[in-house]
């Protein structure tokens, strides 16, 4: 078994999609699974890093950051005519998309072109255009830091929310993702719970897309709303949106009507953050090289020399200002890694 490629005092601006200038003690870059007795055990400072597409360094990491670079996909047949793929954490998500799709393997299709890698997929249980990994992920691989063993976690028991899991909550630190298993499905059925997705393809006269469709439909609307993080670095929705109880969120769409909105299964709604803080007249604003994006003003970026204190202070000022108007107070998205 070969050692883990070890770098120390590495430049961690390169690996996040939103390059703040952050360095850490030392970057191990794991490839094998054979390798992962030899990482720092719990009670050292490890940070798991995939694509960075979801961490915002703010400050030098005192400790290792491992980079996970496990590859292998593969497919089994599973119960009821399904199919199970099972993805090591290194691969790309969107490469995996188009892996199931080339092999009319549904189920994933909406999630097409998130960035990142399939390990952090379970972390914040990515969705978009209506879809969610909670809707397909089967089990989860890891290994446990504390015991210092590989696991299989059933999706039941990764704690699966709106933007949130055990893994980066309750137990945040704690587990590797190794891999994960899909069950997909060879039996197509898109997905059209999202209204301007539906919207975008009846443009085109399209009601009932092929998965090629709605996949190309889901690639042309984030390609319309999202800057390229390879070309203005970002770290794609930077709030939540907030989601509120019945009769709270009744009263706030009686004040503003045109608040777009989803109600959940719960009974609860689920509020556009955007929407509020364009509102509030945030977008195309900046602080330093901070700013908000132009075309979405759910989107910070980094105009290329953006400072930690530049972020903090746009990100204090856009929460103080829509508590100030709708009375929600706005919870970060991705891992702010320094600030408190
Ligand atoms: C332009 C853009 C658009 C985006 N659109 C969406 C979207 O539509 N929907 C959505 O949900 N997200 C979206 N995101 C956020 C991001 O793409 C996802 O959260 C993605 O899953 C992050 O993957 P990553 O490998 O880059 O994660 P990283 O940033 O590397 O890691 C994210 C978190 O997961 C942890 N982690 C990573 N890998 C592992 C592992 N193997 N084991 C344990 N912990 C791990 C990290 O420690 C960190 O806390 C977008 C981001 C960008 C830049």
Not at 34 to 42: A, G, M, S, T, Y
Not at 84 to 112: D, F, S, T
Not at 138 to 150: I, P, T, Y
Not at 217 to 239: E, I, T, W
């Amino acid at each position: 078994m070969r050692r883990p490629e070890t770098v120390e005092g590495a430049d961690l601006a390169p690996l996040s999609t939103f390059r703040l200038p952050a360095t850490a003690d030392r970057l191990i870059i794991l490839d094998q699974l054979e390798q992962l007795p030899q990482l720092p055990r719990d009670n050292d400072s490890l940070l798991v890093l995939g694509g960075g597409s979801n961490t915002v360094f703010t400050a030098d990491w005192p400790g290792t950051v491992l980079l996970n670079r496990l590859r292998g996909i593969e497919a089994e047949p599973a119960d009821n005519g399904a199919v199970r793929v099972r993805a090591a954490a290194g691969e790309n998500w969107h490469q995996l998309v188009r892996w199931c799709l080339k092999r009319e393997l549904y189920g994933i299709e909406n999630l097409i072109l998130i960035p990142g890698s399939v390990g952090a997929a379970p972390i914040q249980n990515i969705g978009a255009y209506g879809g969610e990994l909670a809707a397909v992920l089967e089990s989860v691989s890891a290994w446990d830091r504390q015991n210092g063993a590989l696991i299989e976690i059933p999706a039941a028991e990764c704690g699966l929310a709106y933007r949130d899991s055990r893994f980066k909550s309750s137990e945040r630190g704690r587990f590797l993702i190794t891999a994960v298993s899909l069950k997909l499905q060879r039996q197509f059925q898109p997905a059209l719970g999202y209204q301007s997705l539906v919207d975008h393809l009846g443009a085109r006269a399209i009601s009932t897309p092929t998965p090629r469709q709605l996949a190309a439909a889901v690639m042309r609307l984030r390609r319309h709303r999202l800057p390229d993080p390879a070309r203005l670095a970002n770290a794609g929705s930077f709030f939540k949106n907030p989601v509120l109880g019945a009769s709270t969120a009744a009263a706030m769409l009686a004040e503003h009507p045109c608040l777009p909105h989803w109600r959940l299964s719960d009974g609860s709604v689920k509020l556009a953050a955007g929407w509020m803080i364009d509102r509030q007249g945030w977008r195309g604003r900046r602080v330093g090289d901070a700013g908000v994006y132009q075309n979405h003003a759910l989107v910070l970026v980094n105009h290329g020399r953006a400072s930690a204190g530049q972020l903090g202070e746009l990100i204090d000022r856009i929460t103080a200002s829509v508590a100030g108007e709708f009375g929600v107070c706005l919870e970060v998205e991705p891992n702010l890694i320094g600030f408190e």
